[in-house]
């Protein structure tokens, strides 16, 4: 008798593509800095043509869900591959609250100046799970001085996260010139009440 439903890959079974990985350096930072996939949800924001998510997926994440607001990019993004642990979202940053579940890892890439940065990073906190961690490149102008770079970082922040970790990204691939490229590593800030 046949099954109703295809039987689902064990992590290991499938090796999703992922020939664009060069051209992504903002991403393949964020992959380095994520010490273990295995088992782990994984949020992916402005995922572009997808190479994350299906890095994510072939290094052992039981779910990733890519959001991007270009229908161009979710539409590449699941002609390339398809995985039963990986699904893709066309979503603008303000209606990031409108997400649902929790993630162990929410990952993305920013412009600092867009001014729906605070209020994405404000609902994507809400969807970290208690020990989930936030990792996120920034990309800021290079007219602001380097020695207010950091404060002005951390007030554009959702205040429900700690930043724990901060610094600037040195890649040949990126344009030096005109952005500075920040990558952020934050937690859900605990709250104490007494």
């Known amino acids: 008798m046949d099954e109703p439903y295809p039987k689902m890959h ?28 295995n088992g782990r949800r994984v949020l992916a924001i402005h995922s572009g043509d997808g190479w994350f998510c299906r890095y994510a997926v072939n290094h052992g994440a039981i779910a990733v869900l890519g959001i991007d607001d270009l229908p161009s990019n979710i539409t590449t993004s699941r002609k390339t591959a398809s995985s039963d642990r990986l699904r893709y979202r066309i979503m603008p940053d303000h209606a990031l609250d409108r997400l649902t579940g929790t993630y162990d890892y929410v990952l993305g890439t920013f412009d ?60 040949t691939r990126l344009n030096q010139n005109q952005q500075l490229h920040f990558l952020l590593s934050a937690q859900r800030r605990i709250r104490s009440y007494h």
């Not at 090796?15 to 273990?36: E, F, H, S, Y």
């Not at 990073?121 to 950091?150: C, F, H, Y």
């Open 10 to 37: 064990q992590p290991g079974d499938l090796r999703l593509p992922t020939a664009t990985g060069n051209t992504q350096p903002l991403w393949q930072a964020l992959a380095k800095l994520v010490p273990d996939f």
């Open 112 to 171: 600092a100046l867009n001014p729906e940065f605070h209020q994405a990073t404000e609902a994507l906190s809400k969807r970290l799970t208690p020990s989930g961690q936030m990792l996120v490149t920034v990309n800021t102008s290079t007219e602001i001085p380097a020695t207010d770079e950091r404060l002005q970082l951390q007030q554009l922040v959702s205040d429900q996260l700690v930043i724990n970790r901060w610094y600037q990204i040195h890649d």
